[in-house]
């Protein structure tokens, strides 16, 4: 158990709508990533954080924002939700060595 | 462009056989590989790591073995179990600066039959 808890675990949203993910964490891990899951492309990573509001760009970055206020949140914005953007959305915190990350349950997002 | 292929989309195998999954590479930046098993409606679960400066790494019933000349890992589940039914991805990471940045397979659906 990495300590993640992800909020909300399912949203319905509609096209053009702000969303936010959060990602919470009890234990002060430093690292902390977004990674949405597709079928056929795995996972791959969003945004991710290395302290607070120190944040940067991963792999398909595009219509996502993220923020970091404090060191046990991570939040993912997304600012105007496309259908392209229903997926599902996993917080992950890097332990120990730091090749290693840990996930949480994710959450479901369908946008319509 | 696809780093880490896994090309099998499922394999189906008998309890208390063998389970082979198969994860290939293109960039030999690559260091260190991670395989995940994930089950319906939960997150991501680790399961067993290699450093590419070994070639094989043994944990219970998984044993990764790591073929950097063919950019090839696989993961070898012995025995089977039905409990073993999920989803199985490879990772691969560049060390050091890439910190917790993974790079994933398409996954492989693994049916263990009773």
């Known amino acids: 158990d990495a300590g993640i808890t992800q909020s909300p675990r399912h949203k319905v949203t509609e096209t053009g709508t702000p969303v936010t993910l959060r990602c919470h964490q009890t234990?002060?891990?430093?690292?902390m990533y977004w990674y949405r899951q597709d079928p056929g492309h795995g996972l791959r990573l969003i945004h991710y954080?290395?302290?607070?509001?120190?944040?940067d760009k991963g792999e398909v970055s595009d219509g996502y924002s993220v923020s970091r206020s404090k060191t046990e949140d991570f939040l993912l914005t997304l600012e105007s939700a496309t259908s392209s953007q229903t997926s599902v959305y996993f917080c992950?915190?890097?332990?120990?060595?730091?090749?290693?990350?840990?996930f949480g349950e994710g959450s479901w997002l369908t946008v319509v | 462009d696809q780093q880490v292929k896994q090309n099998s989309p499922s394999l189906s195998v008998q309890e208390g056989r063998i389970s082979i999954l198969n994860c290939d590479y293109t960039?030999?930046?690559?260091?260190?590989f991670l395989w995940y098993k994930k089950y319906p409606a939960e997150g991501p679960t680790f399961l067993i790591s290699?450093?590419?400066?070994?070639d094989k790494n043994e944990d219970g019933r998984f044993t990764v073995f790591l073929n950097k000349s063919a950019k090839h890992l696989s993961l070898h589940i012995v025995p089977s179990q039905p409990g073993d039914s999920a989803v199985y991805f490879c990772a691969a990471i560049i060390g050091g600066t890439s910190y917790g940045k993974l790079t994933f397979g398409q996954g492989t659906i693994l049916t263990v039959h009773p």
């Open positions: 960039n030999s930046m690559f260091d260190y």
């Open positions: 954080s290395y302290g607070v509001k120190d944040t």
């Open positions: 234990e002060n891990h430093r690292y």
């Open positions: 992950a915190i890097t332990q120990g060595s730091g090749n290693t990350i840990y």
């Open positions: 290699i450093s590419s400066i070994k």
